[in-house]
């Protein structure tokens, strides 16, 4: 079935705000058999919203407007949608109740404004926005079921389950089958490699690599006809396959990330840790607290960022950074050890390297990261990454997660 | 004038990409006086290719079209654009040899699909992709001026200067005057309850209000008479007597973060700084080893995120952290003192409070942060910030940055 979407908004056509409510409603119509053919961003101007509406309703079963419900004169929406359709607005006293005691509760006076938000083309249903003052407006117009939605992703985003609901009553909805794995630790052409043979031998399965610094998703959609049986056997027989040969690089098959991985790990071993960062400068702790509840686990750490306060914070030898650099397997052992030790952690973890895009030799190179562990022993592992300053740093963060990770298998 | 964007390609529909070529065009067409009304995103189909192009032909004098171009078989923006316009398509020679160089040069093979990439509609003009294989086509349709440019926005961007340069050729190009203020640690209705009444009252400039976690970015665009001098005076003034209002909360009026410009301020004064980071975990650090050549002004930090690390890394009082409690005034002055001294930097910046989405109480609420800066003097600024958590840990660490500018002042 094929669904369109129509953003309004002239906000959405500067450099102000990306348009991301139409990657959200994408996913969820997805998820039912619904398939989004084309977008549309337009101007609040009754033209562009008329012709947009008219050419989306021309070839689509389910079209999604989104925006211009707000109570200001350039959110025309509603009338612009009516005038096309030629149903008269009407006032809904529900909606009216609604909108007074909103305003009642906070001590605000309403205004002849917000009195439009009160009016729904004749012959729709409106739908309740819990968080905001303009409600959804779901009119049916022949075979087209027509939804106007709320612009700002925190009112839109909650209602999505309401116009599922509501097609659902009209049209025949299919469930979407698919299965996602994670991958740290590999590149995308390096996981291409490996399962592009597999992904490739099942003609009813499209496959998705998505690849951002550190880290891939691998996303299977079973496209094939809708017998659950059949598209969880392939699936489930795919990802068996690609877990054969991607192993322990497959950091989850959820919705997750990998800091909440390796958080939810160290929490069931009891285990602490602790880090020591140099190129990173922070970003490495970050992660791990960007996870709510990290203190159970993470300890905390130094960012040495100069050479003295590695000596002086994690009691890195001065030997060793004057006889082999900052950027060095000895120097990010110590770190490891030193961090682990006076942080009084089970672990830890400690990064130094060249982030550039200042700072590389010949010898040394930009991209060139060491990553220490440090638990019963001490190892040392070493790194050339790509890409600019800020992937390099990601890259090495996420790759120090990863080995903690593995180490705790 | 007015200009519209087809950005073709089933990707673009997924939630794998997010569709930001526009936003640059959008942008640079702006620049030039070229307001972009519509854009369409749409799957790699003829029909949807087809009917976006006519529709935007009908209604304006510039149309860009991105994506599509490459050599595999659902690359058929060419082959469509040149049946919508009754063209044929001919083999471009030129195109043919720097195909067949590049080939050559990287010890590929072509194949009949790069072949493809050599053939343009009649009448078209080939325009230079320094970053990748698929050329440009440029095409003039009746009054309409038709751009075909590469989908991958490393190929796309570069190649604006051309399409602008061919615009005007052809068409009247007007300059946009705008100008543009950053303002840190105030709130967005602060911020327009203040300037309101200012930049509502000149009705030739447009004002963009931006926002975003601890910053708010203040655009503002000429759209009377193209008359550069009275231009000029109008946002000129308008800028002063913005600037009067916010005075020191305005931290830049260019393209530029936060963090480079506290770096350019301590590096211009030949000072350092560490800082001790509770609630933040890291992010403070990071954002200000974010700019290339920071080990220049900043040391190094530590992470307290346990008590007794606060005590063993930066010598915070256990006395006062019984008594007075992690996230309070006094160990925050206690934190920001002896990062400085065991650092030995000119400045110690250290911020503690409650992140949530847990360990809020009455007392100490979740938002609650302190904020502590010792150079000659230790002080202390107490918040209550809103949102998530990550909202909440972006505001500290932004309002920390923005301190220790004002304090450089």
């Not at 991301?20 to 101007?43: A, C, Y």
């Not at 109740?97 to 917000?114: C, F, W």
């Not at 009195?115 to 407006?137: C, D, F, H, K, Y």
């Not at 106007?148 to 985003?157: F, I, Q, T, V, Y």
Request: glycine share 10%; aromatic share 6%; with cysteine.
């Amino acid at each position: 079935m094929r669904a369109e979407i129509i953003a309004v908004g002239s906000e959405l056509l500067s450099q102000a705000r990306l348009e991301t409510n139409s990657v959200f409603i994408t996913q969820k119509l997805k998820e039912s058999g619904l398939k989004v053919m084309r977008k549309f961003v337009v101007e609040d101007r009754e033209e562009e919203i008329r012709e947009a509406l008219e050419s989306a309703m021309r070839g689509s079963e389910v079209v999604i407007l989104t925006g211009g419900l707000g109570p200001t004169h350039d959110d025309i929406t509603r009338e612009v949608v009516s005038k096309a359709l030629g149903r008269e607005l009407a006032l809904d006293t529900k909606i009216l109740e609604g909108l007074k005691s909103r305003y009642q509760r906070v001590g605000l006076k309403m205004t002849d404004n917000n009195l439009r938000q009160a009016r729904v083309p004749e012959g729709a249903e409106s739908m309740e926005n819990p968080n905001g003052t303009a409600p959804g407006i779901f009119l049916r117009e022949g075979k087209t079921l027509l939804f106007l939605l709320p612009g700002p992703p925190r009112e839109m985003k909650p209602m999505m389950g309401q116009v599922m609901d509501l097609i659902g009553r009209y049209k025949q909805l299919t469930r979407l089958y698919y299965r996602q794995l994670k991958v740290a630790s590999e590149t995308e052409s390096g996981v291409d490699s490996a399962i592009g043979s597999i992904y490739t031998s099942y003609s009813s399965i499209e496959t998705t690599i998505l690849s951002s610094p550190g880290m891939i998703e691998l996303m299977f959609y079973w496209m094939g006809e809708a017998n659950q049986q059949l598209a969880e056997d392939q699936l489930g027989e795919l990802v068996t396959r690609v877990r054969e040969k991607l192993g322990d690089s497959i950091f989850t098959d959820r919705e997750e990330d990998l800091e909440q991985v390796v958080g939810r790990m160290l929490r069931e071993k009891g285990k602490t840790v602790a880090t020591a960062e140099s190129c990173t400068g922070g970003l490495l702790g970050k992660m791990l607290t960007d996870v709510p509840g990290s203190s159970e686990y993470y300890r905390g750490g130094v960012v040495c960022y100069s050479n003295d306060l590695k000596a002086d914070l994690v009691g890195v030898n001065e030997t060793t950074l004057e006889r082999f650099g900052a950027v060095s397997e000895q120097v990010a052992a110590q770190m490891a050890v030193g961090i682990r030790e006076s942080a009084g952690a089970d672990v830890g973890l400690s990064v130094t390297g060249i982030a550039g895009p200042g700072g590389g030799t010949a010898e040394k190179p930009i991209g060139l990261v060491f990553v220490g562990l440090s638990s019963d022993q001490v190892r040392v592992k070493k790194m050339s990454l790509g890409g600019p300053r800020e992937a390099i740093r990601i890259r090495a963060s996420r790759f120090a997660l990863d080995w903690l990770r593995r180490s705790l298998l």
